[in-house]
T-cell receptor, first 113, second 110 residues
Framework: NAGVTQTPKFRILKIGQSMTLQCAQDMNHNYMYWYRQDPGMGLKLIYYSVGAGITDKGEVPNGYNVSRSTTEDFPLRLELAAPSQTSVYFC????????????FGDGTRLSIL | DAKTTQPNSMESNEEEPVHLPCNHSTISGTDYIHWYRQLPSQGPEYVIHGLTSNVNNRMASLAIAEDRKSSTLILHRATLRDAAVYYCILFIYNFNKFYFGSGTKLNVKP
């Protein structure tokens, strides 16, 4: 009963490095989302996907890229890490857009120094 | 511009009802109201959602004002495990996106 799985749980990057945050869901959900949460704040949508091969920007997409080659996986790529990208990143999935609950992973805590 | 407005914090006694308010004055007729809660170091957890009518589930009730510009999450008997940050979220149909507010931190006293 895994739900949404995010890896890694923690990561420290140097400025300018790149990395990919992994997200996988086993509920056969069409919709997947990436959010970031800065300390003491709510979540902000980075990117979302309505199905394999289809992605769209959220509120704060700059500095990130996504791809969706399968229903199960939705990786988030940081190309040139900047200190402003220090945050907790959450992946979520849902079966319908807007009218169904989102299921969240436990997050990836990313620090960029 | 904030899509939802919530008090920063609220306090409740254990086993008493809790009413968590949310204002969403710019909501349109097709936008859904969702509530999630988040425990420390965890991802948000779904609580309840609705469109126009009041909703009940095993966790809580959602009361939606007739003009839909506000809603209230009702926890019928607060427990210590209900201490969390509660987010009132709008799904904006025209933009196909969810918008999280800053949330209300609920403290439950024994």
């Amino acid at each position: 009963n895994a739900g949404v799985t995010q890896t890694p749980k923690f990561r420290i990057l140097k400025i300018g490095q790149s990395m990919t945050l992994q997200c996988a869901q086993d509920m056969n959900h069409n919709y997947m989302y990436w959010y970031r949460q800065d300390p003491g704040m709510g979540l902000k949508l980075i990117y979302y996907s309505v199905g394999a091969g289809i992605t769209d920007k959220g509120e704060v997409p700059n500095g990130y890229n996504v791809s969706r080659s399968t229903t199960e996986d939705f990786p988030l790529r940081l190309e040139l890490a900047a200190p402003s990208q220090t945050s907790v990143y959450f992946c979520a999935s849902s079966s319908l857009l807007g009218n169904q609950p989102q299921h969240f992973g436990d997050g990836t805590r990313l620090s960029i120094l | 511009d904030a899509k939802t407005t919530q008090p920063n914090s609220m306090e409740s006694n254990e086993e008493e009802p809790v009413h968590l308010p949310c204002n969403h004055s710019t909501i349109s007729g097709t936008d859904y109201i969702h509530w999630y809660r988040q425990l420390p170091s965890q991802g948000p957890e779904y609580v309840i959602h609705g469109l126009t009518s009041n909703v009940n589930n095993r966790m809580a009730s959602l009361a939606i004002a007739e003009d839909r510009k506000s809603s209230t999450l009702i926890l019928h008997r607060a427990t210590l495990r209900d201490a969390a940050v509660y987010y009132c979220i709008l799904f904006i149909y025209n933009f196909n996106k969810f918008y999280f507010g800053s949330g209300t931190k609920l403290n439950v006293k024994p």
